[in-house]
């Protein structure tokens, strides 16, 4: 079965950086669709990144030009590069993954979260 599990996050100043990496088992990587999600205190999950089949990204709209996802597929490893991070960005961040090109909704797997938390 496909597992997930997530790395990097951290406590960070307003402005600054984290890369978060997840690395995915149990499926064979090179056809995943890939996606990164996030959940602030008291708000639902929501979709950040994401990475399908035409292997064109797509960013929910406020991380548009902060935040880079990519995937490296000899590592099995999907990473969110986010920059300018903004106190709104607090979060715990959560890898999804779905095998054969299956939409992330409802058929990927979840991983633990990694906290990410950025100060003012």
Request: with cysteine; proline share 5%; glycine share 12%.
């Amino acid at each position: 079965q496909v597992q997930v599990v997530e790395s990097g996050g951290g406590l960070v100043q307003a402005g600054g950086s984290l890369r978060l990496s997840c690395v995915v088992s149990g499926t064979d990587f090179s056809v995943t669709s890939l996606g990164w999600y996030r959940q602030a205190p008291g708000k639902e999950r929501e979709f950040v990144a994401g990475l399908g089949r035409d292997f064109r990204p797509r960013y929910e709209d406020s991380v548009k030009g902060r935040f880079t996802i990519s995937r490296d597929n000899s590592r099995r490893t999907v990473s969110l590069q986010m920059n300018s991070l903004k106190p709104e960005d607090t979060a715990v961040y959560h890898c999804r993954a779905a095998p054969k090109w299956l939409p992330l909704s409802p058929n990927g797997v979840w991983g633990q979260g990694t906290q990410v938390t950025v100060s003012s």
